[in-house]
């Protein structure tokens, strides 16, 4: 009965940066991949970040060079740094933790929104 809790997202200003959290709450156990997703209205849930547990990272090619995802292992914590944000970015953001036995879990998601 692990949940994840998302916190982070903002109102922001083209150019801003925004840093996501996401933490796993309930039992303390070994978490495998992290992975950060966003949805637009209208649009499907796509990729943005991944990170293995050995901290090996995949970047959706849209925010290469201006998103970075970390992990901190005993805090059981995924984090999705946002730096120079477009109006493009705007989405619910979600974060997913890969749990043993081959489990998926997702975040309630956590509106970034970048506007003027």
């Known amino acids: 009965q692990v949940q994840l809790v998302e916190s982070g997202g903002d109102l922001v200003q083209p150019g801003g940066s925004l840093n996501l959290s996401c933490a796993a709450s309930g039992s303390t156990f070994a978490i495998g991949a992290m992975g950060w997703y966003r949805q637009s209205p209208g649009k499907e849930r796509e990729l943005v970040a991944t990170?293995?547990?050995?901290?090996?990272?995949n970047y959706a090619a849209s925010v290469k060079g201006r998103f970075t995802i970390s992990r901190d292992n005993a805090k059981n914590t995924a984090y999705l740094q946002m730096n120079s944000l477009k109006p493009e970015d705007t989405a619910v953001y979600y974060c997913?933790?890969?749990?043993?036995?081959?489990?998926?879990?997702w975040g309630q998601g956590t509106q970034v929104t970048v506007s003027s």
């Open positions: 997913h933790f890969v749990v043993p036995l081959g489990g998926n879990i």
């Open positions: 990170i293995t547990r050995g901290g090996n990272t």
